[in-house]
């Protein structure tokens, strides 16, 4: 029996009928839809020269490779180009044909400008004396006298060299309020928490407060000063005398706090020239701005003058009421029951100053502090404390 064909047999040969198909169809609908006549031509012709389509197209291709092959003719220029001159080894381009000649640049007209007239010289002030006349050898020598040159009065250039700049606000004036004086005795109070600097001046025989200043900036934090450098503001009892008043510094105006004071050398702090002045800007002083410190500057000096000997400066970190020293070294609910171990560590400290705070809310009258070793005493005091004082 003869043998049946294998299966790989089998699939490449439905596989080569498929591609014959597709071939077939292919041809046919490129082709289009052609007459039956021209059809029935065109299969005869296949059939007696079925190679006549695969000659016909390589003919096609010779042709047209030799025709690209060959040179392209040169097109003569036209007259008016021919005749113009070219260089002897190039030629120009065919696209400059177009183009028209250039035509030679003509010179840009000048426009006539009608004269003007010379303008005067100004005219001669009323205030000038009259000049003496010219004599011809005055002339002849180019040694003619100039006219006199108004100057205006110096008054009114030093009136205007004092103003002010436009966008300088005016400084505050010092004021005198009912029974309140120039030259009364004042006294300050500064709350570096609350950032407020108090004036009080006196009035019919005791302090009343004159009025509450905010203050710009100060550095630090709550805390005295301990050392120089610590950019820390102070905390304490201090003194202003006469000699600690700047009224030209760098700051607009100033005033020496008295740091360090007799405490602050007994305890082995180090530092100096804390001010209370203009601007706002702090390294360890109290900035006001310049408006306000004119005020500050102004009633502290006019006491001075007035017969005030010094001036109470009490530095205090906060109000020093007994819930806010609570707050403080002990903590609530705000600060969930826990003050800072640097705030801890001057519970002592703060206590001692609330003391000189109490004296003054009880009697309205400052009092007068002393430096004993490591605490602040008040009132009378024994021979081995010193009287905080001014310079």
């Not at 089998?10 to 198909?21: G, K």
């Not at 006196?202 to 004159?210: A, D, E, I, K, V």
């Not at 950019?231 to 009224?247: C, D, I, T």
């Not at 740091?259 to 082995?268: I, T, W």
């Amino acid at each position: 029996m003869p043998s049946k064909p294998s299966r790989p047999f089998l699939l490449a040969t439905a596989l080569a009928l498929s591609l014959v198909e597709i071939g077939v169809f292919v041809a046919f609908a490129s082709r289009g839809p052609a007459r039956p006549a021209e059809a029935r031509e065109a299969v005869a012709e296949r059939r007696a020269n079925p190679f006549g389509a695969l000659v016909q197209n390589l003919r096609g291709a010779i042709i047209e490779t030799a025709r690209l092959e060959e040179p392209a003719p040169i097109e003569e220029p036209p007259p008016a180009i021919a005749a113009a001159p070219a260089a002897p080894d190039a030629r120009p381009p065919s696209f400059l044909a177009a183009l028209p000649p250039l035509r030679p640049s003509e010179p840009e007209p000048v426009l006539a400008l009608p004269p003007v007239d010379a303008p005067l010289p100004p005219a001669r002030p009323r205030n000038l004396a009259a000049v003496e006349p010219v004599t011809p050898a005055e002339t002849q020598a180019g040694t003619i006298p100039l006219p006199p040159v108004a100057v205006s009065p110096p008054t009114q250039a030093l009136a205007l060299a004092a103003a002010p700049p436009a966008n300088e606000p005016p400084p505050l004036m010092s004021r005198d309020d009912g029974n309140f004086r120039m030259g009364s005795a004042v006294y300050v109070r500064i709350f570096k928490k609350e950032g407020e600097l108090e004036l009080w001046r006196r009035q019919s025989g005791h302090f009343t407060l004159y009025r509450t200043y905010p203050i710009c900036k100060w550095s630090g934090h709550l805390g005295p000063k301990l050392k120089s450098g610590d950019y820390q503001s102070p905390e304490g009892f201090y003194s202003v005398s006469a000699r600690q008043l700047n009224p030209n510094s760098h700051y607009h105006r100033a005033f020496d706090v008295g740091f360090p004071n007799a405490y602050d050398k007994q305890n082995g702090r180090t530092g100096g020239a804390l001010m209370v002045h203009g601007a706002c800007k702090s390294v360890g002083c109290f900035a006001m701005t310049d408006r306000v410190i004119e005020e500050i500057y102004g009633l502290v000096e006019a006491a001075l003058r007035g017969g005030q000997h010094e001036v109470p400066v009490h530095i205090f970190p906060f109000r020093m009421t007994d819930v806010a020293l609570a707050k403080e070294t002990q903590g609530d609910w705000t600060n969930l029951w826990s003050a800072p171990p640097e705030h801890q560590q001057w519970s002592g400290f703060w206590q001692n100053l609330k003391e000189g705070y109490d004296l003054f809310e009880q009697t309205g009258e400052p009092p007068t502090a002393y430096a004993c070793g490591s605490r602040y005493a008040f009132g009378a005091a024994g021979g081995s404390c010193r009287r905080i004082a001014g310079w």
